[in-house]
Structures are given as C-alpha cells and as structure tokens.
T-cell receptor
Framework: GAGVSQSPSNKVTEKGKDVELRCDPI?????LYWYRQSLGQGLEFLIY????????KSGLPSDRFSAERTGGSVSTLTIQRTQQEDSAVYLC????????????FGSGTRLTVV | GNSVTQMEGPVTLSEEAFLTINCTYT??????LFWYVQYPGEGLQLLLK?????DKGSNKGFEATYRKETTSFHLEKGSVQVSDSAVYFC????????????FGIGTKLQVIP
C-alpha cells in the first residue's frame, strides 16, 4: 500500500481482556517496528522484525505482550490480560533502511483499558 | 547508551515568530540524526535528516544542522505558521547493520494567530 496502515484506530477494552493490534507495512519494506507512545513518555521501542523473524524483542514490557509477522508483511501485536497501564498509542513503522530513509509510521492504535 | 534530550515544551509562539527547538544527543558511534513531526491525530512523519557532521537537513522551511562538536541538532524555522502546530521529535540512529531509532520525548509546539 501507499502507507503504513494500522487497525483499529481506536480500541476500548475492559481490564483483563486480550487485544490484537494490526499493522500493514509499506509493500516491500522488510523491516517493521512497534513503538508505544504514552502521555509524557515519548516513544518506547517494543519490538523489531526483519522479515518474519524478530531479532530484537527487548522492548516488550512483559510476557503479556507478543507479536508476530507473517509473509514478511502484516504484523499483529497481542496484549493478553490487559491492564490499565497498557493504555497508550501503539505505533507501527516500516522502512527499507533506517539510516538513509528513517521510518514511515502508521497513524497508530489508541488503546484504552477501562 | 544512546540518548536524545530535547526541551519538553509546550512551546507557544505567535504566527511569524522564529522557532528554535533544542536537541542534544549522546551516542557511542556516529549517528544519523532526524526530526520527526506528529500533527494532531496523525502518525509521525519524517521532517528532515542529516547523516554526517556539518550536514544541514531542511524541509518545509525547517532547518537543522548536525553539530558534532556540541552534539546538537537544533530545529529552526524563521517564520512559523498556525499549521506548524504539532509535536516535534528529535531522533538518532547509529550506522551499520540493524539499529533501532532512539527518540527524544517530543516537544509540543502551539502557534497562535
């Protein structure tokens, strides 16, 4: 596609429920990143994919968080047993080369846990 | 480790005022530097970049010069418009292989007519 697409754009869920967030990167971009943006906290790195593998998962905050990528394209971030502190905007980005092009970001998914 | 420090804001300016948003960095190697902009309700967009010392990145009237001696990459614009109201993020990435981008906390700019 023309840009990075994320869905849903907004998600309200009850504490304890599981949620899935989807990212559809730019066609041909092999690198995909998930970040979390919390109020006053800047951007927090979560996980990086190169193709379908995730060589860097160091930012996932707990074992309730997991992500996968299939076909070198779509990625899904899953949060199990959501907690109120998971409320944030989850941003996905893709790139050919971060050094030369930087990232292209999606518009994000705003997750609210009530 | 790598880090980016930028003024927190919010910064409030009148239209046509001069803008400076300070950004300094620490890095273990030779980073590329970026400014990203996030308009209300949208994702981050790459605004400009510089990949080596003394390079100047520019776009949409914004400029930033890579200053290795002061480890800075301050964002400037000579005359801001209401449409420039957004959150601006300074960021860096080291060269060579896989590296993730390190972002500053973001500076909210509000331009009033």
């Amino acid at each position: 596609g023309a840009g990075v697409s994320q869905s849903p754009s907004n998600k309200v869920t009850e504490k304890g429920k599981d949620v899935e967030l989807r990212c559809d990167p730019i066609s041909g971009h092999t690198a995909l990143y998930w970040y979390r943006q919390s109020l006053g906290q800047g951007l927090e790195f979560l996980i990086y994919f190169q193709g379908n593998s995730a060589p860097d998962k160091s930012g996932l905050p707990s074992d309730r968080f997991s992500a996968e990528r299939t076909g070198g394209s779509v990625s899904t971030l899953t949060i199990q047993r959501t907690q109120q502190e998971d409320s944030a905007v989850y941003l996905c980005a893709s790139t050919l080369s971060t050094e030369h092009y930087g990232y292209t970001f999606g518009s994000g998914t705003r997750l609210t846990v009530v | 480790g790598n880090s980016v420090t930028q003024m927190e804001g919010p910064v409030t300016l009148s239209e046509e005022a001069f803008l400076t948003i300070n950004c300094t960095y620490t890095a273990t190697g030779y980073p590329s530097l970026f400014w990203y902009v996030q308009y209300p309700g949208e994702g981050l967009q790459l605004l400009l970049k510089a990949t080596k010392a003394d390079d100047k990145g520019s776009n949409k009237g914004f400029e930033a010069t890579y200053r290795k001696e002061t480890t800075s990459f301050h964002l400037e614009k000579g005359s801001v418009q209401v449409s420039d109201s957004a959150v601006y993020f300074c960021a860096l990435i080291l060269s060579g292989g896989y590296q993730k981008v390190t972002f500053g906390i973001g500076t909210k700019l509000q331009v009033i007519p």
